[in-house]
């Protein structure tokens, strides 16, 4: 008895010292007025984040695809949802998913208390029709509505979703980490921090590999993200030559109502999309969201489809101009940025091994195992 109590007081401490705690790198944590941080909002959205009863099949939560013991993600190229269904989209993790301006490869969703509503509903994820289950079940369950008064000041029968969605979102605001060999070779000046390979890896990414242009790194901190959605090339082959039409049938789908969670994860082609899916700006075909390098090298494989298994079959693709082969087609609907690094293979090597130290010390282990 006396051990497990011990386990929640550490448990509870480590959640609050989460909030005040800014790992060297890292900005602090953006926080919506209308939902501030509490130990008790956060300890309620850890128990919401691993309750596998919001799912049809009462086996998938967020924590299914999202997991801890794999750097947040679930190390698929796409996603298995209840009954093992699978989707269209790799699932992102949210390690430092706070810093994001929008969620969801396109960017559909502006903030975690939106994306914590869609996968429960979504057929090939949560498998749900609706929100209600949700609700039956943390109504129904004392400790949930025991929860939801000291949170939320609520009795049982006006427990929302959107108060379940602030405290997911609130614990998902607690996973942040930074204090990487980079933090400490740029900014608490310790030159012994990289190896050799790395700092010609750091210097490869600011020069001749242009990947700081969208992978950003800034004076007192890195996000390593730039937050806005670019045509990588990567699903061009999936609607080469149909990218017209495809986009065609998005529009319609979404003038007869169609939603577009379901819709991306559901129709490979609509996928390719991207952001246009949301948008409806022809520019942005095929643009995807930039996601951080934080801890690359524990959340492969990579790119919204996940196609890419290693950080190294993405630096070729990268080096190849958007394509694992410089054979391959290259994509109309290119970002401008793309087009071949020729880098040669000691410098393709030494990008990979500065990538590899962006690993945050408590996923230095799970990175050794890749």
Known sequence: MQSALLFVLLNMALLSSAINALPLGLPPVPIPNNNPQTDLKINLGDKLYHDARF??????????????????????????????????RNAPTVINSAYYTSLFWDGREPD????????????????????????????????????????????????????????????????????????????????TALNDAQQRGLAIYLGKGRCVSCHVIEQTQALFTDN????????????????????????????????VDETVLTQANMSELGRFAVTENPTQVGAFKTPTLRNIAVTAPYMHDGSLKTLEEVVDFYNNGGRLKDTDPVSGFLSGGIRPLKLSEQEKKDLVAFMKALTSPEYQALANKF
């Open 228 to 259: 806005r959605f670019h045509n990588i090339g990567i699903g061009f082959k999936k609607i080469k030559d149909r990218e017209s039409e495809t986009a065609a049938q998005m529009l319609a789908a979404k003038r007869k109502g169609a939603n």
């Open 55 to 88: 799912s049809a099949d009462g086996k998938v939560s967020c924590a299914t695809c999202h997991a801890r013991e794999k750097g947040f993600t679930d190390n698929l190229p796409v996603s298995k949802g209840f009954n093992n269904l699978t989707g269209t």
């Open 112 to 191: 975690l208390e939106g994306q914590s509503k869609q996968p429960p509903i979504n057929p090939v994820e949560g498998g749900l029709k609706n929100h209600k289950p949700i609700l039956k079940v943390i109504r129904e369950d004392n400790d949930y509505v025991k929860a939801f008064k000291d949170v939320f000041n609520v009795k049982a029968n006006d427990i929302t979703m959107d108060h379940v969605a602030m405290a997911i979102a609130s614990f998902e605001r607690t996973i942040i980490a930074g204090d990487s060999a980079f933090d400490k070779y740029m900014y608490a000046n310790d030159k």
